[in-house]
Each structure stands twice: as C-alpha cells, then as structure tokens.
C-alpha cells in the first residue's frame, strides 16, 4: 500500500494557485529582518492609521447591547438602508435597500459575485493593471480572464475602443476599478460613457465597479460611479467597503449594490459559504456613514502630502517616469530604462528579480508590477509614515543610481 499523504487529496483550486507576488515580496522582508537586516517596506496595501474613535466606539457600544448573534444574511436592515441612502447621496446611484448586500469585505463582495455571474468558460476583461486577486477568483469560478493591457503613455487606462474589441458572446464581465490599484488612475466622467456605452452596446455584459478606493483622491478629484450613467443600473454591480477610506481593514466589512435578482444571488452564495458578516462591526459601519467624516478627510489629506513627498523623489530619479497618482495610495512608477540596464549589466533579467535585488542589496521592499499583469513597472506604497518613505525612496534612488550609473 502506498504511504498517505495529505497534500495528494489537494484539488486544482489550491494546487494551482501560486504565492502572490505581493506576499512572496512581504514574506521576504520580513524573513530578511528577522535575520537582523534593517528592511524599509513600501509593500503594504492598508492605511497606517487606526480606525477613527466614533467607529471604535460604536463597536464597543455594540458589543455592550449584545450585537453577538447571527446577523441577517444580506446584512442588517438598518446598514442595509444606511449604504443605499449613501450611494443614492454620494454616488447618484438611485438604489434601494434591497438592492445592497453586505459582505465580510469588498472581496467577498467580488467572490460572490463572480461565482454568481461566471460559469466555466465565460470571459471577465481585466483591464491591466489590475488588483491581483480578481484574476484568481475568475480562474476559481473556471472563468477565462481577458487581458487587456495598458501602458504609461496612456495613463495606464485601457480604452473604451480595447473593451468593444475584446467583447465576444462569452463575455459575462468587465471589471473596473478606479481609483485603481496600483495605478492610482481614475477614469473621467468621459472615459466612463464611453465604457458604458460600449457595454450597453453588448447583449449581456455586465460591469463589477470596484469603488474600494474612492475616499481616496486628490486634486480635488470626485470620482464617478459607472452605475449612475444612464441605462448603467441594470448592467452594473458597485462594489465598495470600510477598509480604505474608513481605515478598517481588519474589520473586514464590504458590500455590493446590483440589480436585485444579482443581489439575491449574491445573497444565495453568502449563505451557502459564510453566512451574514459580523453583527457588531455592521452596527459600527452605520457609524461609519452616518457621523463624522472629518478622520476620513484628515486620511486623505496625509496620503496627499505623501504623494508630493513621493513624486518629488521619484521624479528625480533615474532609470524611472511616473505619473502622479489621481486616487488610492500607491505610485507605479515605469522602469523600462532601469530595467534594460539592469538587464544589459546582469543584475536583474525581469521586474521580479529587480525587485529581489532592491530587497537584498539595498533593504528597501516594493511590489513588482508583474503582480498587477504589468512586467515594466513596480508599486510603491504611500501608506506609510514620512519618516519611513524618506528612507525606502532614498534606498530606491541609491539602487536605481547604481543601475545607471
Ligand atoms: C482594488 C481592491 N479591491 C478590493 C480590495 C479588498 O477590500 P476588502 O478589504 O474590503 O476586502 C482591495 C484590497 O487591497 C483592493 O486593493
């Protein structure tokens, strides 16, 4: 007989999933530190603050009345009510509480949807850059991810012409997310009804709206919620959540709006997986909308400073380009030039192990863009104090100077 061994009972869902770059680059740095190396990490995808007082105290509050019991699946009906009011408010998305499920985070809110809407051998379109993890769960409902690619010379946004290209009778899905992560783009009011219209112009094509950052902007920037264009209801489904705007990303609170049976089946799926999301923390959410919002825009105005502090450094160093960033709290330089010398002198053969060698030789850990379906360009995250952005910005200009040199 032969010897038994667990990790042969493992199904493709698991055993074809790699390591994300993102956490292959965040596991380093932290097994480089803990051999003694002085590490400046530039990886991270959460705020650096704490979640706001009014927030905090809501939950303990919560607790304290004894919101400890199973919550309704699609959420309770007060933060049900509280969310639509929201995007009805703030977002022009005329939506009523039936039309909103709350989920255990925005990704959850994604998951469900995907495995709601994508049977084996539908087609979503990723418009690259974009977020690692949609892609993973694309392949996890047996879709077929549709790349579409992007560069710095156009802002990092694929055009509405590149979607109506890549629209086939399989397409299910378009997924949008702006501001994006890791770009920082944000799509106009423009770009959006031309994407719109494209999408009305297929017969079944529906659009996931990944709105997770849009607390997130600057220069005055107010970013559109595609859902509100006209004739976009129907086709589309708006996911937000607490975990950036509100600094509440361990709190994992998420939620999508969408047309009521995609809701429904959205529910279907919560249900069958993991049942409603924390009660407590949903009492907190309320919170969240409904008070003060002046932490929120204390947040954003930090991460805007940063972006100055970063730009300025970056835009003087070799080897890169970059745009400023419009939303979210990343910057994503190109480093084509740096990439080709780095090449040519055999330090690195590709963004991966460029990255690997920022780590190892110069201390300073950032997330290579091939992550994100981008082999030319790495993501520096801004959620990080100035002390520490000073430092990691210096190392990667002392690295970048010597590829250069
Ligand atoms: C684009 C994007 N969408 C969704 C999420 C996940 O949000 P949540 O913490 O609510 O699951 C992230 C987190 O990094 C993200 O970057």
Same mark, same amino acid.
């Given at each position: 007989?032969?010897?038994?061994?667990?990790?042969?009972?493992?199904?493709?869902?698991?055993?074809?999933?790699?390591?994300?770059?993102?956490?292959?680059?965040?596991?380093?740095?932290?097994?480089?530190?803990?051999?003694?190396?002085?590490?400046?990490?530039?990886?991270?995808?959460?705020?650096?603050?704490?979640?706001?007082?009014?927030?905090?105290?809501?939950?303990?509050?919560?607790?304290?009345?004894?919101?400890?019991?199973?919550?309704?699946?699609?959420?309770?009906?007060?933060?049900?009510?509280?969310?639509?009011?929201?995007?009805?408010?703030?977002?022009?998305?005329?939506?009523?509480?039936?039309?909103?499920?709350?989920?255990?985070?925005?990704?959850?809110?994604?998951?469900?949807?995907?495995?709601?809407?994508?049977?084996?051998?539908?087609?979503?379109?990723?418009?690259?850059?974009?977020?690692?993890?949609?892609?993973?769960?694309?392949?996890?409902?047996?879709?077929?991810?549709?790349?579409?690619?992007?560069?710095?010379?156009?802002?990092?946004?694929?055009?509405?012409?590149?979607?109506?290209?890549?629209?086939?009778?399989?397409?299910?899905?378009?997924?949008?997310?702006?501001?994006?992560?890791?770009?920082?783009?944000?799509?106009?009011?423009?770009?959006?009804?031309?994407?719109?219209?494209?999408?009305?112009?297929?017969?079944?094509?529906?659009?996931?709206?990944?709105?997770?950052?849009?607390?997130?902007?600057?220069?005055?920037?107010?970013?559109?919620?595609?859902?509100?264009?006209?004739?976009?209801?129907?086709?589309?489904?708006?996911?937000?959540?607490? /975990?950036?705007?509100?600094?509440? +990303?361990?709190? #994992? *609170?998420?939620? =999508? $709006?969408?047309? @009521?049976?995609?809701?429904?089946?959205?529910?279907?799926?919560?249900?069958?997986?993991?049942?409603?999301?924390?009660?407590?923390?949903?009492?907190?959410?309320?919170?969240?909308?409904?008070?003060?919002?002046?932490?929120?825009?204390?947040?954003?105005?930090?991460?805007?400073?940063?972006?100055?502090?970063?730009?300025?450094?970056?835009?003087?160093?070799?080897?890169?380009?970059?745009?400023?960033?419009?939303?979210?709290?990343?910057?994503?330089?190109?480093?084509?030039?740096?990439?080709?010398?780095?090449?040519?002198?055999?330090?690195?053969?590709?963004?991966?192990?460029?990255?690997?060698?920022?780590?190892?030789?110069?201390?300073?850990?950032?997330?290579?863009? /091939?992550?994100?379906?981008?082999? +030319?360009?790495? #993501? *520096?995250?801004? =959620? $990080?104090?100035? @002390?520490?952005?000073?430092?990691?910005?210096?190392?990667?200009?002392?690295?970048?100077?010597?590829?250069?040199?």
């Amino acid at each position: 007989m032969s010897i038994f061994r667990p990790e042969n009972n493992l199904t493709w869902r698991v055993t074809g999933v790699e390591e994300a770059a993102i956490l292959r680059m965040s596991r380093k740095a932290r097994e480089l530190r803990a051999k003694g190396h002085d590490i400046i990490s530039l990886t991270i995808g959460e705020p650096d603050f704490d979640t706001p007082d009014h927030i905090r105290q809501a939950a303990c509050k919560a607790l304290e009345e004894g919101w400890t019991h199973y919550a309704p699946i699609p959420g309770l009906p007060e933060l049900r009510a509280a969310i639509a009011e929201k995007l009805r408010k703030e977002n022009g998305l005329s939506c009523v509480p039936e039309e909103v499920v709350v989920t255990n985070g925005a990704k959850q809110a994604i998951t469900n949807t995907i495995f709601s809407l994508v049977s084996e051998g539908d087609e979503v379109i990723l418009m690259q850059p974009y977020w690692v993890a949609y892609e993973g769960i694309v392949r996890l409902a047996r879709g077929k991810p549709v790349i579409l690619s992007s560069s710095i010379e156009n802002g990092y946004k694929v055009a509405a012409t590149q979607v109506a290209a890549a629209l086939t009778e399989r397409t299910k899905l378009v997924l949008l997310n702006s501001p994006s992560n890791p770009s920082g783009a944000v799509h106009s009011a423009t770009e959006l009804k031309a994407l719109a219209n494209v999408i009305r112009s297929h017969p079944s094509a529906m659009v996931i709206s990944d709105e997770i950052y849009e607390y997130i902007v600057f220069d005055g920037i107010r970013p559109v919620s595609i859902g509100s264009l006209p004739g976009m209801k129907p086709r589309t489904i708006t996911i937000n959540g607490f /975990s950036k705007g509100f600094a509440m +990303t361990g709190w #994992r *609170l998420g939620y =999508a $709006a969408a047309p @009521e049976p995609v809701v429904r089946a959205i529910q279907k799926m919560q249900g069958a997986l993991t049942a409603g999301a924390n009660a407590f923390v949903q009492r907190a959410a309320i919170a969240a909308l409904e008070g003060p919002r002046d932490s929120v825009e204390a947040m954003r105005q930090a991460y805007e400073a940063r972006r100055s502090l970063v730009m300025t450094w970056l835009q003087e160093m070799p080897g890169v380009r970059v745009l400023p960033p419009r939303g979210a709290f990343y910057a994503f330089p190109d480093i084509r030039p740096a990439l080709s010398e780095a090449r040519r002198k055999e330090i690195a053969e590709d963004v991966d192990s460029f990255c690997d060698w920022l780590l190892e030789r110069h201390g300073v850990a950032v997330v290579p863009g /091939s992550a994100f379906g981008t082999n +030319t360009a790495i #993501r *520096l995250s801004f =959620a $990080a104090s100035a @002390e520490e952005l000073e430092a990691g910005l210096e190392r990667l200009s002392t690295g970048l100077r010597e590829i250069m040199a």
